[in-house]
C-alpha cells in the first residue's frame, strides 16, 4: 500500500484533515532524514513507512477519547504512534506525552514538535517519570506481561491501554495471564491481518 492509498484511508475513514495530513507529510520527511544519522526505524521498513507506521499508528484514533485529559505514548522511538495522534488531535486540551530512555530520540522529538508547531511533551524513561495519563498506549515497547506491569505498578490512575501487536497477540496473551485475568478486547488491525489490537481497562 502506498502513500496516496493511505492518505485516503486515513482521510476517508479516520477523518485526517488536509493540515493533519501536511504535517505527517513533514513529519515522515523530518523522520527519513534523520533516519540517516541514527536508526530511529528499521531501514527495511522506510519503503513502507507510510504502512508500516503511519497508518498502523493512526488507526488508534478510533478508539481515542480525545476529550480525556492526557495520553501517554510508552517507548515512543520516532513519534509513532504518539506523535501521528497529536498531529491528528484537534483539543488543545488534550496532552500527548511521549515516554522514550533515549536521548538521541528525544533530541529527535523535540525538534519534530518545535518545526511541525505541535504541543506534545517528551519525558524520558517512564519508570523515572511520573505516569498519570488516562490513555497509555505503546506500539513496540515492551512484551505484554511487562508493559501490564508498567502499567498496574508506576501509572497512577484508572486507564485505558492500548497496545499495537503483531501475529503473536494471542500468544503473548495467554503467557501473560497465566496467573492474573484481565479484562481485554482484541481489535483486528488496519495494517495487517494477522496484526492485532489489545485494548484493556486498568483499574487501580
Request: proline fraction near 2%; aromatic fraction near 8%; include cysteine.
Amino acid at each position: 500500500m502506498q502513500q496516496f492509498e493511505v492518505i485516503k484511508i486515513l482521510k476517508k475513514n479516520l477523518n485526517f484533515n488536509d493540515n493533519s495530513i501536511q504535517k505527517l507529510k513533514d513529519f515522515i520527511n523530518l523522520v527519513l532524514k534523520e533516519n540517516k544519522n541514527h536508526n530511529l526505524i528499521a531501514k527495511s521498513t522506510e519503503n513502507h513507512i507510510w504502512l508500516r507506521h503511519v497508518l498502523d499508528s493512526a488507526q488508534l484514533v478510533k478508539f481515542i477519547d480525545f476529550n480525556s485529559k492526557s495520553l501517554a505514548d510508552l517507548g515512543t522511538g520516532a513519534g509513532f504512534p504518539g506523535l501521528v495522534l497529536e498531529i491528528y488531535n484537534k483539543n488543545r486540551d488534550f496532552h500527548v506525552k511521549l515516554y522514550e530512555k533515549s536521548p538521541v530520540k528525544r533530541i529527535f522529538l523535540k525538534g519534530v514538535i518545535k518545526e511541525l508547531d505541535l504541543k506534545a511533551e517528551v519525558l524520558g524513561d517512564v519508570r523515572e517519570e511520573m505516569l498519570d495519563s488516562d490513555i497509555i498506549v505503546c506500539r513496540a515497547f515492551k512484551k505484554l506481561g511487562q508493559v501490564i506491569q508498567v502499567s498496574r505498578e508506576i501509572a497512577k490512575n484508572p486507564h485505558k491501554l492500548m497496545i499495537l501487536k503483531g501475529q503473536n497477540a494471542q500468544e503473548e496473551i495467554k503467557n501473560s495471564f497465566k496467573t492474573n485475568k484481565y479484562p481485554y478486547k482484541l481489535e483486528d488491525s488496519m495494517t495487517s491481518k494477522d496484526s492485532k489490537i489489545i485494548l484493556m481497562e486498568i483499574n487501580k
